[in-house]
């Protein structure tokens, strides 16, 4: 059974910051990994896409890793602002489930 | 196309009553599935679509829950006879049938049962 843990669980940083979201599964047998943001009260906000042929993937200032044979990923946030506060979380998927960590809260403050 | 849509975005009903949400995912996208969140957790697995079969459910989907995706396009998700534990946000979303496809999730359903 596929297990997704992200660490940490909260993080509070300074505008401008850059930071690391971390994520760790059990079952290598994925076949892409997923971050998504969530803000309160809302629905999942795909961010990026990592094949499992891949290791990284960009999009602005967000930066994936995947390291599939070590279980990791991770997702680097550059020069953090306000706006970017939210929930991330980390999803391994297969064919037919994805499976999900319970996220990193993430509070970026002025 | 405006993405995966889910309805309502709200819904409070008493304990003992049943309730159906629906689904309606991105054009083309074969596979759509359910998940229910409560607070401070991540999404948990319910149930999986390829087209219209039913492929996998969860063991937390018990025989209250039922899902449907007749055709192939729209889904509903119905539980009978609801406990305040039923009380979560259920998110449908969908992809398409390719291994390395983005899923999109929709805005989710609020469930209170009071």
């Known amino acids: 059974k596929q297990e997704v843990t992200q660490i940490p669980a909260a993080l509070s940083v300074p505008e401008g910051e850059n930071l690391v979201l971390n994520c760790s599964f059990t079952d290598s047998a994925i076949y892409n990994l997923q971050w998504f943001r969530q803000d309160p009260g809302k629905g999942l906000t795909s961010l990026l896409l990592i094949q499992s042929s891949q290791r990284e993937q960009t999009s602005g200032r967000l930066n994936a890793s995947l390291d599939k044979s070590s279980g990791r990923s991770t997702l680097y946030i550059a020069a953090s602002q306000p706006g970017d506060s939210a929930t991330y979380l980390c999803?391994?998927?297969?064919?037919?489930?994805?499976?999900f960590g319970t996220g990193t809260r993430l509070q970026v403050t002025l | 196309d405006t993405g995966v849509s889910q309805d309502p975005r709200h819904k409070i009903t008493k304990r003992g009553q049943n309730v159906t949400f629906r689904c309606d995912p991105i054009?083309?996208?074969?596979?759509l599935y359910w998940y229910r969140q409560t607070l401070g957790q991540g999404p948990e697995f319910l149930t999986y679509?390829?087209?219209?079969?039913?492929?996998?459910k969860s063991r937390l989907l018990s025989d209250r829950f039922s899902a449907e995706r007749p055709k192939g396009s729209f889904s509903t998700l119905e539980i009978q006879r609801t406990e305040q534990g039923d009380s979560a946000m259920y998110l449908c979303a969908s992809s398409l049938m390719t291994q390395n496809t983005e899923a999109f999730f929709g805005q989710g359903t609020r469930l209170t049962v009071v």
């Open positions: 679509f390829q087209n219209e079969a039913q492929l996998e």
């Open positions: 054009s083309e996208h074969n596979r």
């Open positions: 999803c391994a998927g297969t064919a037919s489930k994805l499976t």
